[in-house]
């Protein structure tokens, strides 16, 4: 359904250092594209960062920006008051910690003006309390850090989320879709197909649209019996099945399995199970500040020296190495 050509909508993109260009530009070139369709400027935006100085994307690229912070809070009780703020972030999002962000997000919300996220700021917008109870979508990489992090927001593998007036966002080429979906809410279908074809995308994703390929493609693994239990093992990782468990549930024998898995993998199941482990380990250990005994335990280790001779012999580092390189890796990016 078409709807009159009269709306307007005014955006900032709040930038965080070392946030993702890709899912920055495809946002913006999408409602740019739009207005071009339109013939008049239906949205408009700003950047704003914490100080109002130039601000580094993950790709060292340096935007500047249009206001701060301070601005920004004189603007919402005025006509400058924009009707949609977006976190925009990328790595490193968990360091970003600044109370005076999350109280303006925290007024900027309360003054009913949308709130919403761009790849990874979601973090932001847990962090002034604003996902409580909500439906909020993340990166697939994030997302295991961001659950133990924020246990109280109802995060999704999904390309985007929309909860009342809270508009999430995985990252990546998955803005575009959102800003189609901002696009349909404001002019209709009609509009949303115009721009698609300026865009060269032949569909609009949605929200519920997998962010990652299909283990099969993901993987190079075509047998159904292997690929099952892969996702049995993927989604038991805190407390793992054993073999005969997986056995049972696979309605193989353990040396049925033991043959499937050196075949197809090129390893024994338990090896397979061991690294997607340690691989949600080193995800936590770089992406959230829980402690290493805390990690441990979230992917199914019984104690932490078990868990760092096994990630030792994995990643020739242990788990605190790890941690220090990353925070190393933080310093050098500021």
């Keep these: 359904m078409n709807k009159p050509l009269t709306k307007k909508r005014s955006l900032v993109f709040f930038l965080v250092p070392n946030f993702s260009m890709l899912p920055f530009?495809?946002?913006?070139?999408?409602?740019?594209?739009?207005?071009?369709?339109?013939?008049?400027e239906a949205y408009?935006?700003?950047?704003?960062?914490?100080?109002?100085?130039?601000?580094?994307s993950s790709a060292g690229i340096a935007l500047e920006v249009n206001t701060s912070l301070a601005d920004e809070r004189k603007f919402l009780a005025g006509e400058n008051r924009p009707s949609m703020v977006l976190v925009c972030s990328g790595i490193y999002v968990e360091d970003f910690q600044?109370?005076?962000?999350?109280?303006?997000?925290?007024e900027v919300y309360n003054r009913g003006v949308a709130v919403g996220s761009l790849c990874t700021g979601a973090h932001v917008?847990?962090?002034?309390?604003?996902?409580?109870?909500?439906?909020?979508?993340?990166?697939?990489?994030?997302?295991?850090?961001?659950?133990?992090?924020?246990p109280q927001a109802e995060v999704y593998a999904d390309l985007y989320e929309i909860d009342s007036n809270i508009y999430t966002c995985a990252g990546g080429t998955a803005s575009l879709d959102m800003m189609l979906n901002l696009i349909d809410q404001d002019f209709g279908e009609n509009l949303v197909n115009r721009v698609c074809e300026q865009a060269l995308t032949d569909r609009v994703r949605g929200p519920h649209d997998r962010q990652r390929l299909p283990l099969r493609a993901r993987l190079g693994v075509q047998n159904s019996k292997v690929l099952s239990i892969i996702e049995l093992m993927e989604s038991n990782l805190a407390?793992?099945?054993?073999?005969?468990?997986?056995?049972?549930?696979?309605?193989?024998?353990?040396?049925?399995?033991?043959?499937?898995f050196r075949q197809e993998m090129g390893r024994s199941p338990a090896r397979y199970y061991l690294e997607i482990r340690l691989d949600r380990a080193r995800h936590l250990l770089i992406q959230?500040?829980?402690?290493?005994?805390?990690?441990?335990?979230?992917?199914?280790?019984?104690?932490?020296?078990?868990?760092?001779?096994?990630?030792?012999?994995?990643?020739?580092?242990?788990?605190?190495?790890e941690r220090a390189e990353r925070k190393l890796t933080l310093q050098m990016a500021r």
């Design 125 to 150: 917008l847990a962090s002034a309390g604003l996902l409580t109870g909500k439906r909020c979508a993340i990166h697939w990489e994030n997302l295991p850090g961001f659950s133990e992090s924020f």
């Design 25 to 40: 530009s495809a946002a913006i070139e999408t409602l740019r594209i739009a207005n071009r369709m339109l013939g008049y």
């Design 44 to 56: 408009t935006w700003r950047l704003a960062s914490t100080d109002g100085q130039k601000v580094f």
């Design 98 to 106: 600044n109370k005076s962000v999350n109280a303006w997000l925290r």
């Design 288 to 321: 959230s500040s829980m402690p290493v005994v805390e990690v441990a335990v979230a992917c199914g280790f019984v104690s932490a020296s078990h868990f760092s001779k096994c990630y030792r012999e994995l990643y020739n580092r242990s788990p605190q190495q």
């Design 239 to 260: 407390e793992p099945l054993s073999l005969l468990e997986i056995a049972e549930n696979a309605d193989l024998s353990r040396r049925q399995i033991e043959r499937l």
